[in-house]
């Protein structure tokens, strides 16, 4: 049964950082891709990054060129790097898991797996 589980949320002033990790076990399969997603209160939840098997990624306007997101194969865990945060940032991030490897996707639906989230908060 593939789990995953985040970690490195917390509180930190408008033009931080913070890093976030994901750690993935009980995998069947070799390669797969991971995401990042986040959702604040009353809004949908909104694609952050994405990385495939190889270490192709994908972000969108909103975070490109702040947020970098990375992967150790050796120990399943992905990393999200936060930088230059900003109270916009504010929300539960989720990690994701797409079992096909090649894309990183920004579809939410393309992830069967996902973690249980972590809070980040972002003070102005």
């Known amino acids: 049964q593939v789990r995953l589980v985040e970690s490195g949320g917390g509180l930190v002033q408008a033009g931080g950082s913070l890093r976030l990790s994901c750690v993935a076990s009980?995998?069947?399969?070799?390669?797969?891709?991971m995401g990042w997603f986040r959702q604040a209160p009353g809004k949908e939840r909104e694609f952050v990054a994405a990385?495939?098997?190889?270490?192709?990624?994908f972000y969108p306007d909103s975070v490109k060129g702040r947020f970098t997101i990375s992967r150790d194969n050796a120990k399943n865990t992905v990393i999200l790097q936060m930088d230059s945060l900003k109270s916009e940032d504010t929300a539960v991030y989720y990690c994701?898991?797409?079992?096909?490897?090649?894309?990183?996707?920004?579809?939410?639906?393309?992830?069967?797996?996902w973690g249980q989230g972590t809070q980040v908060t972002v003070s102005s």
């Open positions: 990385i495939n098997w190889s270490g192709s990624t």
């Open positions: 009980g995998l069947s399969f070799r390669r797969y891709s």
């Open positions: 994701a898991l797409d079992p096909s490897g090649l894309r990183a996707s920004p579809i939410a639906s393309v992830y069967p797996y």
